[in-house]
């Protein structure tokens, strides 16, 4: 598959090149692949999107920083703050990532179920961002506050926050041009149009920018995602917000899409492969790593797309979806291995030492 260099989004609309601020740092175009083996062992048609390929580390998650760490380049910001868990995904792209552009990181991290990915993606975080840890989420807001202050008074403005997840209304035009890739592919013949787009939800970001690329692409598929969070904030609510928002936002710089407002209606979540909340892994999750692992030689955690493909096997299964096909987004790519001693500071590891093995 060809790589360009500028987004599909600003092939389809021009007037965005001149507005909205963008860096490549992963590898575009992504390819799909059929699910042969998963498929014949529910005899249904699954196809999968490879952004594990786009880059590392993050995976897909690189695609939202394309646009905010660029929009933040352009306000000149040096250094953002971020928060994640302690094995967080996003804080480890975006400490990695941003250096790239000469931004600091600050991460802000708090405690999670220490699943395998953990450690990797710390050390990654602790080697590229200046890296604060709170044992409670409320903490979290204390330690950002103070952050932020003290670079207000060291430089005379506070650093670029950065949503969980990296799901600004920016960002989330990094998982609109996802969509557009999905329909180049059903145009372009490697991919036969999916009915259902599986994918797992957190703060909904990727999420929201999918559907909304869906709809402006003219595709008939429907965006489902798969919580992975807590149900407060994960919600076909918090998604149609967060994709409305983005479309003002493309109005307000210059595209005239030809669409309307995205509702609840226009997308589906799955809600009972969460189990016992972020982190923690559920027993058709990791049947479902496993499954992948063996039968695709596909590498998924138990956080986020093992989740996400245990409830799609389990949704196509159904008698009623015998005719129709689903595209899976493969959004994570597992941490390299971390070369020299390590970065975690003392305090981290001994909080690690007493929670790896529970």
Known sequence: M???AVPLLFD????????????????PSTPVQRLAALGREIDRDLWVKRDDFY?????GKIRKLEFSLAEFLRQGRQSLITFGPLGSNHVAATATHAARLGIQTHGVLVPQPVQSYVRGNLECSCRHARVEFAHWTAGAAFSAARLWLRGRWAKGRGPALLAPGGSS???ILGYVEAALEIANDVREGRLPEPDLVFMAAGTCGALAGVTLGLRLAGLKSRAVGVRVASRLACTVTTTSWLANRALELLRKKGARPEIS???RRDLTMLHRHCGRGYGHATKAGLEAVARARELEDLAL?????????AAMLDFMARPEQREARALFMHTWTAPAAAQGPSAIPAHIERWLARHEHK
């Open 2 to 4: 060809p790589v360009t």
């Open 12 to 27: 389809r609309f021009p007037a965005l090149s001149e507005t909205v601020p963008f860096a490549r740092l992963g590898s």
């Open 55 to 59: 880059g590392s580390p993050g995976g």
């Open 169 to 171: 209304i920016v960002g």
């Open 261 to 263: 407002k995205i509702r």
């Open 301 to 309: 955690d138990t956080t986020y797309t093992g989740k996400a493909m």
